[in-house]
Structure formats: structure tokens, C-alpha cells
């Protein structure tokens, strides 16, 4: 933690409630099943997120060569932004923020796109968020264009008391955008 405390196991870091400063596998060489690169090295798209940053994203990108291999890939690699930050992991998080942070743990740029939602989240969820400390993750758009990544906006919010993906739209979007238009990546292949 920011604090210099070293808080071990997934539940125990969110209800930590500190600022995390870095997060570490133990054992800290774990190798991936080579299926795993196979599939990533073959991929025409590759989606992370969305997800908790900390305790569900970075430890499966912390496992030694797949980071390197998305990097490494042809496909075009996709971030999906969370919808809300989660209390105790991105407490005041940017979108450009968790990228920040997938990039400094792994030490390589691996997307060429995030894609989120434009959509407000109604002021009565809004309200019933902000208590538990959850609040829509910032789409910063300048901070992510420094970043070198490009930004696909859409209505991708279901609500219904909880603030969800709508699963259906972000599918149709991702198919629509990336296979069918086959939007290119920021990379050369």
C-alpha cells in the first residue's frame, strides 16, 4: 500500500481501504500454460476489462510473458472500461489512470483502443453509489490521447438500480467496430 503495509489475498486488499502502490504474484514467476500465448499470439482482437484493476485484471497481466505477448500480438487490443471506480482498488480513478497503472505494472503499452461508455448514470444511482464510495469512472480524453490510445465512446450503460454493461450494445459495438469495419490498431503489424 501507499503506506508501506503489505496486505496479502484479494478480499483483504479491497477492504484495506488505503491507496494500493503496487501489487505483486507470489510466487512471483508464474508461467502461463502455453495454450494461453498460443491463443494470444493467434487472436485478430483482444479484450481486457472490464473488471477490478487490482485484484482481477493485473494478476492474470502479471503472469510472466502475457503481457508481452499482447504486446507482441497482431491483434487489435482493447480496454473495457469499467463503468463505476471500485472502493478500496481506483477510489478517484480516471480511465486514463487504470491505464496508467496496467501499464506501469507491466512495463508495456498493450492497447491500441479503450472502449467506454458516454452514457450518465442517473442521479439517484449516482447517489446510492457515492455512499458506498463508487463513483462513474472520468472518461479523460486528452489524458488518454497523451497516453497514445484511441477512445470508442457509445451508450453501453444498463441500469436497473445497479449500474451494469449492456452487455448486448458493448458485444454488438465490439463486432460492428473491430470485425466487421476492422478498425485498425495504433501499431504497425
Known amino acids: 500500500m501507499a503506506n508501506g503495509k503489505i496486505v496479502s489475498g484479494e478480499t483483504r486488499i479491497a477492504k484495506c481501504r488505503k491507496k494500493i502502490r503496487r501489487l505483486n504474484l507470489r510466487p512471483r514467476h508464474v508461467r502461463p500454460l502455453p495454450e494461453v500465448l498460443e491463443a494470444i499470439h493467434k487472436a485478430?482482437?483482444?479484450?481486457?476489462?472490464?473488471?477490478?484493476?487490482?485484484?482481477?485484471i493485473l494478476p492474470n497481466l502479471l503472469v510472466s510473458g502475457v503481457a508481452e505477448a499482447i504486446e507482441?500480438?497482431?491483434?487489435?487490443?482493447?480496454?473495457?472500461?469499467?463503468?463505476?471506480?471500485?472502493?478500496?482498488e481506483t477510489d478517484g480513478f480516471s480511465l486514463a489512470d487504470h491505464i496508467r497503472v496496467i501499464y506501469s505494472h507491466t512495463r508495456r503499452k498493450i492497447f491500441d483502443w479503450v472502449v467506454a461508455s458516454n452514457q450518465p448514470i442517473s442521479l439517484e444511482v449516482?447517489?446510492?453509489?457515492?455512499?458506498?464510495?463508487?463513483?462513474?469512472?472520468?472518461v479523460d480524453l486528452p489524458d488518454l490521447q497523451r497516453i497514445g490510445v484511441r477512445c470508442l465512446l457509445d451508450n453501453l450503460l444498463e441500469e436497473h438500480g445497479v449500474v451494469r454493461h449492456d452487455a448486448q450494445r458493448l458485444s454488438q459495438l465490439l463486432i460492428e467496430e473491430f470485425i466487421e469495419r476492422r478498425i485498425p490498431s495504433t501499431k504497425p503489424h
Open 44 to 56: 485478430d482482437l483482444i479484450l481486457i476489462g472490464p473488471g477490478s484493476l487490482y485484484t482481477s
Open 126 to 138: 449516482a447517489r446510492r453509489y457515492s455512499r458506498r464510495g463508487a463513483e462513474p469512472v472520468r
Open 72 to 88: 507482441k500480438s497482431a491483434a487489435i487490443r482493447i480496454y473495457v472500461a469499467n463503468l463505476m471506480t471500485q472502493p478500496g
